[in-house]
């Protein structure tokens, strides 16, 4: 997945989620959360930050197969495209289905299906790690002679595909989805129910479900998420979770060998394994947590800057040395932790938020000082007028108190 596409289309993923909730607010029906909401968009934050990180690797290698080892050059056409489209979307069907039915992949997949909300925001909600793990699965297409560019752009378009689908207002297309993938079928994807579990694969065709077994139309409304609840709102141990139940697993059982398949044997046996409950046909509770209204104001101002750090980490990413393109990309994963912290009121809040600044003040100047010193006066006034005002807003309203479950 190419990030210049998805830097293009942010305007356009908050501009959907604010009309969808618009729409749910005149029609009775809000499906938005505020804490799942934001963690949702903080985790894509992350993700397309790590994808950044990936960004040199990945086409690069992608580029040197079709060059070297192709066995033909397709080159760029319209037609070219359509047919890496159905390449692509084929391939993405065993990346995904592989992604729930082996540990290794689940574990960075399972992010996606945390949220025990379906809106647009959980299209936005995914895996800082899955790009990296699964990017090899793709890589008999450049062997088939489909262009750099063409696979870019085949693999944008499926994705941003996929952004509407993630919505409970569309109920059914018609004759449509008898070929592509819809919001109903989605649905059913994200569904824990007995019958809904790994179903719907599809990213645009949803033929291939059909194809292979993997179908099932909706009924019922599914309830979502996963079938044993990640009751955090921490972008960071939600990305890691699943990695540490991995490792329960493998201190469970004797020899190598037998460890060794666990990494690719599907989540239900290591469930089973370390006693984890699985799907029920009882609706799950959600999780909540009681957050002030002073608190939301400013993790949605730290989201905007976060917004405004991804999209100049994005644009500027080649400009900076390697060691301020693996800095920002942490103190963005920190601001992310401390979000998450602040809706689940931790007490380790406050001086994780004094080193995440005094952290930002010496990466963020340094980095103009080195990189655009023309503006360092503006950067330097900036960035401290930033620093005292939250530190300050922090200070003046320390009200952290026990998270509380509510239905």
């Known amino acids: 997945m190419n990030p210049n596409f998805i830097l293009l289309a942010i305007p356009f993923f908050l501009l959907g989620m604010l009309f969808e909730f ?29 994808n950044t990180l990936l960004k040199v690797l990945l086409p690069t290698l992608y580029a040197f197969i079709y060059e070297h080892f192709a066995f ?30 082996m540990n290794i992949f689940w574990g960075a997949h399972i992010v996606h299906h945390q949220s025990q909300e379906y809106n647009l925001s959980v299209a936005l909600r995914q895996s800082w790690f899955h790009t990296a793990l699964g990017f090899v699965i793709f890589l008999p297409l450049p062997l088939l002679g489909f262009d750099p560019l063409i696979f870019a752009g085949a693999a944008a378009f499926a994705t941003l595909y996929q952004f509407w689908i993630h919505t409970r207002h569309i109920k059914s ?51 979502y998420g996963i079938t044993t609840p990640l009751n955090s709102f921490n972008p960071v141990w939600a990305n890691l979770h699943f990695y540490e139940d991995l490792k329960e697993g493998y201190k469970k059982l004797g020899s190598f060998k037998d460890k060794f398949y666990l990494t690719f044997r599907g989540p239900a046996y290591l469930g089973t394994l370390i006693g984890q409950k699985g799907s029920s046909t009882a609706t799950p509770e959600k999780f ?11 993790v949605t101002f730290q989201f905007f800057v976060l917004l405004f750090a991804l999209v100049s980490y994005m644009s500027h990413f080649k400009e900076l040395s390697l060691f301020y393109q693996l800095a920002f ?10 979000c998450g912290g602040i809706m ?4 380790w809040v406050m001086p994780v938020e004094i080193i995440r600044f005094a952290a930002f003040l010496a990466l963020y100047n340094s980095c103009y ?21 939250c530190i300050t807003w922090m200070l003046l309203n320390r009200r952290f108190g026990n998270k509380e479950m509510t239905a």
């Open 22 to 50: 618009i729409w749910g607010r005149f029609k009775g029906t809000n499906f938005y959360n505020f804490e799942d909401t934001l963690t949702n968009l903080n985790i894509g934050i992350g993700s397309q930050a790590f």
């Open 72 to 101: 033909f050059h397709l080159g760029t056409s319209i037609w070219s495209f359509l047919l890496c489209l159905v390449a692509y979307d084929f391939t993405f069907y065993w990346a995904h289905r592989w992604g729930h039915e």
């Open 173 to 223: 297309i018609g004759i449509f989805e008898w070929v592509f993938n819809s919001p109903s079928h989605h649905r059913v994807h994200h569904g824990v129910n007995d019958k809904y579990l790994d179903k719907n694969y599809a990213a645009v065709f949803i033929l291939w479900d059909r194809m292979f077994g993997t179908f099932c139309k909706e009924e019922e409304e599914p309830d």
């Open 288 to 298: 909540r947590t009681r957050v002030p209204l002073n608190m939301q104001l400013y």
């Open 329 to 338: 990309f942490v103190l963005i994963a920190l601001t992310t932790l401390n």
């Open 344 to 347: 689940e009121n931790k007490s």
């Open 369 to 389: 000082f080195f990189h655009y010193r023309q503006y360092i006066g503006y950067t330097i006034a900036g960035s401290i007028l930033l620093t005292m005002g």
